[in-house]
């Protein structure tokens, strides 16, 4: 009877965690493409051009894929837990100033902060997923995992759709409060980190990741403007 209760409380627990981290990578990713269909009331309130604006999207992208890359070196800086905390924190109140932004120059800084902290969240909740479960139920959970980060595509412009045209292009941010303090808490609550997680301080490549970011900074103007001016020109007006 004892075992059976462990058991039950054990599998309870693991789908808590999973819970928690799948909605941490789910708010994230939902982000990549919630803003676009805001973008032409947002090209209103600034006054920008369509050129201008899409880098609320650029800069999410750039960042977000730089915390990626740099996630287990926070990781074992900060210790998993805290640094995956620490991410959903900075995801929350950058959401919150890319809400109350009302030039592109700030909202393109608070994009930035937000990509920060949801680079964090994807390859944390991938590692706590597989060392949440046994190597048996692994498969199942990573297609879990895979099954809520496509969900959060598809709901993205939907959602941020019906969001602008309700309530204006800023609730597309402040949704992800309530999200983000619950994942909050929860992270708190129920995370720990693994035994084998070493801390401390270890090397970082930043020539590597000075690299990385120049590379798709680059890349991103060719896709966004390739269509539209040649490469001389691209690279004498940027």
């Not at 803003?35 to 050129?51: E, H, R």
């Not at 960042?63 to 640094?83: D, H, P, Q, Y």
């Not at 598809?154 to 292009?169: E, S």
Request: aromatic share 8%.
């Amino acid at each position: 009877m004892q075992t059976a209760t462990t058991s039950a409380q054990t599998t309870a627990g693991k789908w808590v965690i999973a819970g928690t981290v799948v909605l941490g990578s789910f708010v994230s990713v939902m982000d990549i493409s919630i803003v676009n269909v805001a973008m032409p009331q947002m090209i209103s309130t600034f006054g920008v051009s369509l050129d201008a604006i899409t880098w609320v999207a650029v800069a999410y992208s750039i960042s977000e894929i730089i915390l990626v890359t740099m996630s287990a070196w926070f990781s074992r800086l900060l210790g998993r837990k805290n640094f995956f905390v620490l991410s959903f924190m900075v995801f929350t109140a950058a959401s919150i100033l890319c809400g109350l932004a009302r030039s592109l120059e700030m909202m393109i800084f608070a994009r930035i902060l937000q990509g920060i902290g949801g680079g964090g969240l994807i390859p944390v909740a991938q590692a706590i997923m597989l060392e949440t479960f046994p190597e048996e139920e692994r498969g199942m959970a990573m297609a879990i995992y895979s099954m809520g980060i496509t969900v959060a595509g598809v709901v993205g412009p939907v959602l941020g759709g019906w969001l602008t045209d309700a309530y204006g292009w800023p609730w597309i941010f402040y949704i992800n409060v309530p999200i983000g303090i619950l994942g909050t808490v929860l992270s708190i609550v129920v995370l720990a980190d693994p035994p084998h997680l070493q801390r401390g301080l270890a090397r970082i490549d930043v020539i590597g990741i000075v690299l990385l970011a120049v590379g798709l900074t680059t890349l991103q103007l060719v896709l966004e403007r390739g269509e539209r001016e040649d490469s001389v020109r691209i690279i004498s007006r940027n």
